[in-house]
């Protein structure tokens, strides 16, 4: 079941986050919990936090529509999408990108830009396969 988050998950959303950010391409730096926490509590308040659940949250997208720097427009972002490995089969990531792109619709949003830095295999033939262009590319470097 997908379904907004509640500050009940905040626990196993930062469980989650551990997880995600172990696996990733930011696993060189801190995992801040408490950083991590202000940052979830404020995107519940001002944007999506979507989880999936089974009985307890094995996945999450975090999501919020606002205005660039430079554009009156809104534009729709996605920060976070991670899957336990455990529930990555299946349509679940899609699921979770359809209903935060609705979302964002639902807002005034014009135009998606979902993130994909964390260094995740899939990530990009995901968002390909749902009709979202490479645009760009991060560049990192470790310099401590």
Request: some cysteine.
């Given at each position: 079941?997908?379904?907004?988050?509640?500050?009940?998950?905040?626990?196993?959303?930062?469980?989650?986050?551990?997880?995600?950010?172990?696996?990733?391409?930011?696993?060189?730096?801190?995992?801040?919990?408490?950083?991590?926490?202000?940052?979830?509590?404020?995107?519940?308040?001002?944007?999506?936090v979507?989880?999936?659940?089974?009985g307890l949250?094995?996945?999450?997208l975090?999501?919020?529509?606002?205005?660039p720097?430079?554009?009156?427009?809104?534009?729709g972002?996605?920060?976070?999408?991670?899957?336990?490995?455990?529930?990555?089969?299946?349509?679940?990531?899609?699921?979770?990108?359809e209903?935060?792109?609705k979302?964002?619709?639902?807002?005034?949003?014009?135009?998606?830009?979902?993130?994909?830095?964390?260094g995740?295999?899939?990530?990009?033939?995901?968002?390909?396969?749902?009709?979202?262009?490479?645009?760009g590319?991060?560049?990192?470097?470790d310099?401590?």
């Amino acid at each position: 079941m997908l379904r907004r988050a509640t500050p009940e998950d905040l626990e196993r959303l930062l469980t989650l986050g551990g997880k995600m950010h172990a696996e990733s391409t930011y696993r060189t730096i801190a995992y801040d919990r408490e950083r991590a926490s202000k940052e979830i509590s404020w995107c519940m308040e001002h944007g999506l936090v979507l989880v999936k659940d089974v009985g307890l949250p094995v996945g999450m997208l975090f999501g919020y529509v606002k205005r660039p720097w430079f554009s009156s427009d809104l534009v729709g972002y996605e920060d976070v999408l991670y899957l336990s490995p455990d529930h990555r089969a299946g349509r679940t990531a899609l699921n979770m990108i359809e209903f935060w792109a609705k979302w964002c619709a639902e807002r005034g949003a014009k135009m998606l830009r979902p993130a994909t830095s964390c260094g995740v295999p899939g990530a990009n033939r995901l968002y390909e396969s749902l009709g979202y262009t490479m645009v760009g590319g991060t560049f990192v470097k470790d310099i401590v």
